[in-house]
């Protein structure tokens, strides 16, 4: 009987660590990959930038997940949204291609025939501040990305941690940035 | 937990890209001011840290330039530590340098400026992009763009670890060198980025110097700007995006400054406004003459038409052509804001043959890849010209190493000012009587991309994208109309 392939899927966080909670999607997956590092067809980056520079990390994923800090103004820090791709505009009018918008990164790879995947899901954790150099994260972002691990291991269908002696989840005193 | 939500484009917009317009009691346009993203508390970030450190941290303040902040602040450490780098190492950095700006520079060009001449200024928005282009001259072409960077930043991988974020950068040398067996990828990606530069260059003069309304377009009223311009030269006075002597000529062409990076305090000045937390540049010896241009001003450009502008000619041999025909066409010195462009792509052929000349170079898989004779001084300036124009890095520490002084200042510090004037000029030609014509943000976004400013600093934003927005205001203050791609 012909052997059913791999599904392929990419964890990404995107962030830059030394501007306190914008690295929250870095810590995030960081976290993901010392827990979930063994699972097969499961792999992690790390990321600085959107746009292009995402193309060459998810060609030739089948699942691809996003993990970025946001700030909408309009939820409390540490806050978690989850997002489709098609929920984000394409850009008119760039100004900087190295922030080409994702949405037009993954037509353009279409375009480039990149194996593009079949599914791109977002996860967002609002943050309320990201222009102040800093390598601390705040309590709030930080508790933010431990509920995300949590939902996100979840959705993936991945075992919690410590499930075979127990506990649920991670609680506080889990090891997380600082 | 977890609800859904729609993602408005200006989210993270404050103080991205922003300007702001001022109009006078007649409605006419009295100034125009440009903000970015200020990002606070850097030095602060780097005081006490071992200096050595340096090199790592700062690719990541930007998004846009981490290879010219890795460069400059490595050049900067040199100079703490007393040392020269090896002849292979200093190889093998200018190797690092030209792959980004063979990278850097065609992104730009392609996905961002082309659209503009290609497309055409009054296309549509949603298809005046990287993918329009493509419907209109084929997939090949981006094809290609995409296969040349994904190898220069294969190159930039191989020294230093991160394309994005490059990890590498030691006083006196290297981290890693260059193994023979790696030096047949690198000869092929030069001499694939040698072809594909002047394949460009034949595209730029066809499709856009070869377009009479493009042409009087580049060279109207609105896209020209008389300033001074800054750049470094080699000893002949050719362009040198690594090293070399800083000099500075006036508008009308002539030299009025030369020195080294490290006295760049006695020529650059930094201004302080209220309405930006840019500190704005000027010609020191000249003194603050407030955001004019011509003769009288103490402003300068940096950037690829700087470096036309300030370098007696190219220091490879095909872009030595390729700049002869420019200035046959333009002459110099040439104000002509769009001219940024066609500079940009020579400079990419520069780089290219420079790293076709590298990468043929015996000396550069030697095994000498790092001096360790220090002599510590306390003290350093480190000086590139990234893609956007001069980046200094100056450091200085205490007998242990640790910073207690951080001073940067980035292309887009330099270029801040001239482009609130280019932004005023064009925003001229549409504000009357306070009514804004049609096409203005067309018009003003085309002038802005030239400079391709670096608002990227250290965020990188959801959704991604990171549009310009204007505020045409009153003398109140009062905002009479915002201009916004939505």
Known sequence: MKKKREIKRLVIGLGNTILGDDGAGIYAVRELKERYHSERGLSFEE????????????????????????????????????????????????????????????????????????????????????????????????????????????????????????????DEGHSSPK | MSRKITINPVTRLEGHGKIEVFLNEKGEVEDAYFQVTELRGFEKFCIGRPVEEMPRIVPNICGVCPTPHNIASTKALDYIFGVAPTPTAKLVRKLQFCANYVEDHYIHFFFLASPDFIMGPEANPAERNILGVINKVGLDIAKQVIEVRRRTREIIKLIASKPAHPEGGLPGGVPRGIKEEERGFIIDTANQCVAFAQFALKLFKDEIYGNKDYLDLIVSHPYHLKTYYMGLVDDYNRQNYYEGMLRVVDPNGREVAFFHPRDYKDYIGEWVEPWTYIRLTYLKKLGWKGIIEGDETSLYRVG?????????????????????????????????????????????????????????????TGKDIRNMNYQFTGKGIGCVEACRGVLIHHYESDDRGLITKVNLIVATQHNAAPIALSVKKDANGFIKDGDVKEGMLNRVEMAFRAYDPCLGCATHSLPGNMPLMINIRNREGKVLKTLIRD
Request: aromatic share 6%; hydrophobic share 40%.
């Open chain 2, 304 to 364: 690829p038409l700087a470096r036309y502008n300030v370098a007696d000619g190219m220091a490879t041999p095909l872009a030595q052509k390729e700049y002869e025909y420019m200035v046959s066409v333009l002459g110099k010195p040439v104000h002509h804001t769009l001219a940024y462009h066609w500079a940009r792509l020579i400079e990419a052929l520069q780089a290219a043959e420079e790293m076709q000349r590298i990468a043929n170079d015996p000396m550069l």
């Open chain 1, 47 to 170: 990321a600085s930038t959107g746009g292009i520079g995402l193309l060459d990390l998810i060609d030739n994923h089948d699942e691809v997940v996003l993990i970025d800090a946001i700030i909408t103004g309009k939820g409390q820090p540490g806050q978690i949204y989850r997002m489709e791709i098609d929920e984000l505009r394409p850009a008119k009018g760039l100004i900087d291609p190295h922030h080409l918008d994702i949405r037009t990164a993954c037509t353009l790879g279409e375009r480039l025939g990149y194996n593009m995947p079949k599914k791109f899901w977002i996860y967002a954790i609002e943050i309320e501040e990201d222009k102040v150099f800093s390598d601390h994260v705040s309590d709030a972002v930080r508790k933010g990305i431990l509920n995300l691990i949590n939902q996100l291991s979840t959705d993936l269908s991945l075992p919690l941690p410590h499930q075979d002696n127990g506990q649920k989840g991670c």
